[in-house]
């Protein structure tokens, strides 16, 4: 009679522990899920960011900008000559 309450109650324990298992397994997943599912909706916003952006740095863009319209036109441009440096020292 031991001997069968002993197995039922090791068979009992060894039930719990594989109900506990499977049920953080499923947790798991769902949560990987969740985060998969959040990962896919950031990644589409950035898309939609990175185009925002890529709209507003367009030279048309620019060229329609006050600021840059208003910039005025240099009349006798002065250019550097040979293979000098800018920051070159004159003795």
Same mark, same amino acid.
């Not at 001997?3 to 298992?21: D, E, N, P, Q, R």
């Not at 985060?35 to 990644?43: G, I, K, T, W």
């Not at 952006?53 to 620019?62: G, P």
């Given at each position: 009679?031991?001997?069968?309450?002993?197995?039922?109650?090791?068979?009992?324990?060894?039930?719990?522990?594989?109900?506990?298992?499977?049920?953080?397994?499923?947790?798991?997943?769902? *949560?990987?899920?969740?985060?998969?599912?959040?990962?896919?909706?950031?990644?589409?916003?950035?898309?939609?960011?990175? *185009? $925002?952006?890529?709209?507003? $740095?367009?030279?048309?863009?620019?060229?329609?900008?006050? $600021?840059v319209q208003a910039m005025?036109?240099?009349?006798?441009?002065l250019y550097m000559q040979g293979d000098?440096?800018?920051?070159?020292?004159?003795?």
């Amino acid at each position: 009679m031991l001997l069968m309450v002993s197995i039922g109650t090791i068979i009992l324990i060894l039930a719990l522990l594989i109900l506990f298992h499977q049920n953080a397994t499923a947790t798991k997943g769902y *949560m990987l899920r969740t985060l998969e599912r959040e990962r896919s909706a950031l990644m589409l916003e950035e898309e939609v960011l990175k *185009m $925002q952006v890529a709209d507003a $740095q367009a030279l048309d863009r620019l060229g329609e900008d006050k $600021q840059v319209q208003a910039m005025v036109t240099i009349r006798y441009p002065l250019y550097m000559q040979g293979d000098t440096t800018v920051a070159r020292e004159e003795r």
